[in-house]
């Protein structure tokens, strides 16, 4: 049974940088995608970023250029690296985990209903 808690979370203030970790516990090398999403108060949940287990990324295009996401399979943990934050990056942020591959697949293309294994979220608030 996999098992994906996320850590990182906080309060900064707009252009500040937070790093995001999820650590599974699990089969995670079964796990070909892992992915963020967010979700931001009355708005439904959106990709931010994937990693196939092939080190292939995807990112939203509203983060484009200011987050990276990396995977450490010796620590069995995902990161998310974030840069330049702004209020809009307000949200809840989980991270999400699946057997099957999404490479050629874009993360505006994956949804909720595409992964089957959730972490509880962490709560990233940027102020201006």
């Known amino acids: 049974q996999v098992q994906l808690v996320e850590s990182g979370g906080g309060s900064v203030q707009a252009g500040g940088s937070l790093r995001l970790s999820c650590a599974s516990f699990?089969?995670?090398?079964?796990?070909?995608?892992m992915a963020w999403f967010r979700q931001a108060p009355g708005k439904e949940r959106e990709g931010v970023a994937s990693?196939?287990?092939?080190?292939?990324?995807s990112y939203a295009d509203s983060v484009k250029g200011r987050f990276t996401v990396s995977q450490d399979n010796a620590q069995n943990s995902l990161y998310l690296q974030m840069n330049s934050l702004k209020p809009e990056d307000t949200a809840l942020y989980y991270c999400?985990?699946?057997?099957?591959?999404?490479?050629?697949?874009?993360?505006?293309?994956?949804?909720?209903?595409?992964?089957?294994?959730w972490g509880q979220g962490t709560q990233v608030t940027v102020s201006s």
């Open positions: 999400a985990a699946r057997y099957t591959s999404c490479r050629g697949i874009a993360i505006q293309g994956l949804g909720v209903q595409d992964f089957g294994y």
């Open positions: 699990g089969y995670i090398y079964s796990m070909s995608c």
């Open positions: 990693f196939d287990s092939d080190g292939i990324t």
